[in-house]
């Protein structure tokens, strides 16, 4: 009944930046809490960014500073802009949320990833 759909994601020089994009579409009644995950090969998903929908976020170490989540919550949409990008940031970028559904009650989704390389 919902969808998310990421998009952004490419092939970065390191110290470039990049801005990744999700919208979630379906049955949805309000977006709650929206974030962001990343896998890279080989390493287990890591939390990177996460953002109420009050506009509180939150951030992985190793993301700090660096990386900035916001939203939009009349298009159910969240952002994560990426600058001063780094080799170890390359990875399948995953969008995650909690969606109440039009008939009640809270579910966790996840969309299928955006592929994001920073290399020289």
């Known amino acids: 009944q919902v969808q998310l759909l990421e998009s952004g994601g490419g092939l970065v020089q390191p110290g470039g930046s990049l801005r990744l994009s999700c919208s979630a579409s379906g049955n949805i009644f309000r977006a709650n809490a929206m974030g962001w995950y990343r896998q890279a090969p080989g390493k287990e998903r890591e939390f990177v960014a996460r953002i109420t929908s009050g506009g509180s976020a939150n951030y992985g170490d190793s993301v700090k500073g660096r990386f900035t989540i916001t939203r939009d919550n009349a298009k159910d949409t969240v952002y994560l802009q ?24 809270v579910n966790h989704y996840w969309g299928q990833g955006t592929q994001v390389t920073v290399s020289s």
């Open 82 to 105: 990426m600058n001063s990008l780094k080799n170890e940031d390359t990875a399948v970028y995953f969008c995650n949320a909690d969606i109440m559904g039009l008939i009640g009650g």
